[in-house]
């Protein structure tokens, strides 16, 4: 008879416990986020966000599919504002000029909150690199309890998206959908994923494989931000020579870190360099920004904080230049076998690894 009470008592406690539980963690997603419950940043305004109009067009963006049901992204913005993570957002106070923009781009953990003078206070589109999500996750009050409008893109190789348990991001996205069933939630498709590798092979004539490269979460940003974008205002990215030693001895230029919000990590520019001339498998930082100067120069695309624009091509460059904007539309996915694109995909995913 004692047994059976105290097996009926250990039950109640756990039933207890468990809904505490649930309503501890209802209450907290429900709960504002730092950025609009406390008081703003002096010298911060804060506006209400452009409204999108019933009349703007749709894109609709193949190749980044949603969680739940695989369908495509469909979204369009006049206007965004790309805002990087780097230190030279520090002190640039552009906060409410990026906040004008119709839609507002971050990247992997960058926050606003406690920020907003500087980087912003909106986040309409997060994109997410796999080996960022932890990170995220740890910090999911603030970048995704009280972020239910934002969209939110994520990115990896096919290993991490397998369904068998062992897929590490396909496990947390689960985990996320059904603990904030309201969030939208994409995927890049292994498809895409391939597409960009061959992109970054036509811009650069650069195998990404044989370089031994791996491709940065700006990349992927940058590229879908020229698919879902009118007009883009790209927020602390410094030009492609900003880091090379004779920049740097003629203007003196202090140093600045890597991230905004770490301000006593690694700097900026020994992040760059080092990565540029490794040998072992890193991004290619300058050589991104490279191309980005390039399509810049044929679209609307403007650089801030710093604020620069991309030089014209010298006349032999010109010449032999075959840069246009067709060449910013992916290679199309028809070229491509499933099969091929999984095999392909599985062998760099060890090498895949965003920082």
Same mark, same amino acid.
């Given at each position: 008879?004692?047994?059976?009470?105290?097996?009926?008592?250990?039950?109640?406690?756990?039933?207890?416990?468990?809904?505490?539980?649930?309503?501890?963690?209802?209450? #907290?997603?429900?709960?504002?986020?730092?950025?609009?419950?406390?008081?703003?940043?002096?010298?911060?305004?804060?506006?209400?966000?452009?409204?999108?109009?019933?009349?703007?067009?749709?894109?609709?963006?193949?190749?980044?599919?949603?969680?739940?049901?695989?369908?495509?992204?469909?979204?369009?913005?006049?206007?965004?504002?790309?805002?990087?993570?780097?230190?030279?957002? #520090?002190?640039?106070?552009?906060?409410?000029?990026?906040?004008?923009?119709?839609?507002?781009?971050?990247?992997?953990?960058?926050?606003?909150?406690?920020?907003?003078?500087?980087?912003?206070?909106? #986040?309409?589109?997060?994109?997410?690199?796999?080996?960022?999500?932890?990170?995220?996750?740890?910090?999911?009050?603030?970048?995704?309890?009280?972020?239910?409008?934002?969209?939110?893109?994520?990115?990896?190789?096919?290993?991490?998206?397998?369904?068998?348990?062992?897929?590490t991001m396909f496990n947390s996205l689960k985990l996320v959908k059904r603990l904030l069933p309201r969030h939208k939630l994409y995927v890049v498709s292994q498809r895409k994923m391939l597409?960009?590798?061959?992109?970054?092979?036509?811009?650069?004539?650069?195998?990404?494989?044989?370089?031994?490269?791996?491709?940065?979460?700006?990349?992927?940003?940058?590229?879908?931000?020229?698919?879902?974008?009118?007009?883009?205002?790209?927020?602390?990215?410094?030009?492609?020579?900003?880091?090379?030693?004779?920049?740097?001895?003629?203007?003196?230029?202090?140093?600045?870190?890597?991230?905004?919000?770490?301000?006593?990590?690694?700097?900026?520019?020994?992040?760059?360099?080092?990565?540029?001339?490794?040998?072992?498998?890193?991004?290619?930082?300058?050589?991104?920004?490279?191309?980005?100067?390039?399509?810049?120069?044929?679209?609307?695309?403007?650089?801030? /904080?710093?604020?620069?624009?991309?030089?014209?091509?010298?006349?032999?460059?010109?010449?032999?230049?075959?840069?246009? #904007?067709?060449?910013?539309?992916?290679?199309?996915?028809?070229?491509?076998?499933?099969?091929?694109?999984?095999?392909?995909?599985?062998?760099?995913?060890?090498? /895949?690894?965003?920082?």
């Open positions: 008879m004692k047994t059976r009470v105290r097996q009926g008592i250990i039950g109640v406690l756990v039933i207890t416990t468990v809904t505490g539980f649930m309503v501890m963690y209802n209450n #907290t997603s429900r709960a504002p986020s730092p950025s609009s419950s406390s008081q703003p940043e002096a010298g911060v305004i804060l506006e209400e966000p452009p409204k999108r109009s019933t009349t703007d067009p749709i894109t609709v963006l193949r190749g980044y599919k949603s969680f739940v049901d695989q369908k495509p992204l469909k979204m369009h913005c006049s206007s965004c504002s790309l805002v990087s993570s780097s230190g030279q957002l #520090t002190g640039g106070r552009r906060g409410e000029e990026i906040d004008r923009a119709q839609c507002v781009i971050r990247m992997n953990d960058a926050p606003s909150a406690h920020f907003q003078r500087d980087v912003g206070r909106r #986040t309409d589109l997060r994109v997410v690199a796999h080996s960022s999500l932890p990170r995220v996750l740890s910090r999911r009050q603030e970048l995704l309890n009280a972020s239910q409008d934002t969209v939110f893109i994520f990115w990896g190789p096919s290993s991490s998206m397998r369904r068998d348990g062992k897929g597409s960009l590798d061959e992109l970054f092979k036509n811009e650069t004539g650069m195998d990404r494989k044989g370089s031994k490269s791996w491709l940065s979460t700006g990349w992927f940003t940058m590229s879908l931000a020229t698919e879902l974008c009118g007009s883009i205002n790209v927020f602390g990215m410094v030009p492609p020579d900003f880091c090379s030693p004779a920049s740097n001895s003629s203007t003196q230029r202090p140093s600045v870190p890597y991230h905004y919000y770490e301000p006593r990590g690694r700097s900026e520019c020994s992040t760059y360099l080092s990565n540029e001339r490794s040998q072992k498998g890193s991004h290619r930082f300058v050589t991104e920004k490279s191309v980005f100067a390039s399509w810049a120069r044929t679209h609307p695309i403007r650089f801030q /904080q710093p604020d620069w624009t991309p030089r014209s091509p010298a006349p032999d460059a010109m010449a032999t230049n075959t840069s246009d #904007t067709r060449q910013l539309q992916p290679v199309p996915d028809s070229r491509h076998t499933d099969v091929q694109i999984n095999s392909q995909i599985d062998r760099q995913a060890s090498r /895949q690894v965003n920082r």
